[in-house]
């Protein structure tokens, strides 16, 4: 059971962090307040509280909403220096 909740926290934490890169990337490109250095903290909080709710289920812990939210806020700011790089 143990390893079953390790790798739905792994695929939480590569999840959040994929798709909040190419959210950055492709939809707020052109959205002058993604360069605000808060804006990946407040993304990765919000995602964290979106999360919790799920930690209600038996496998999922409040530990992987922690972690899901952790890897949207890198995620968040992965895509922000990549749309300062040019490679968006």
């Given at each position: 059971m143990g390893l079953?909740?390790?790798?739905?926290?792994i695929a939480a934490a590569?999840?959040?962090?994929?798709v909040a890169k190419n959210f950055v990337?492709?939809?707020?490109r052109f959205v002058d307040g993604v360069n605000n250095p808060v804006f990946p903290i407040?993304?990765?909080?919000?995602?964290?509280?979106?999360a919790l709710p799920a930690a209600?289920?038996?496998?999922?812990?409040?530990?992987?909403?922690?972690?899901?939210?952790?890897g949207a806020g890198v995620g968040t700011a992965s895509g922000v220096?990549?749309?300062r790089r040019g490679d968006g």
């Open positions: 079953i909740a390790l790798s739905i926290t590569v999840g959040g962090f994929v990337r492709r939809r707020l407040a993304a990765g909080l919000l995602a964290a509280v979106v209600l289920l038996p496998i999922v812990t409040m530990g992987t909403a922690a972690i899901f939210g952790i220096k990549a749309l």
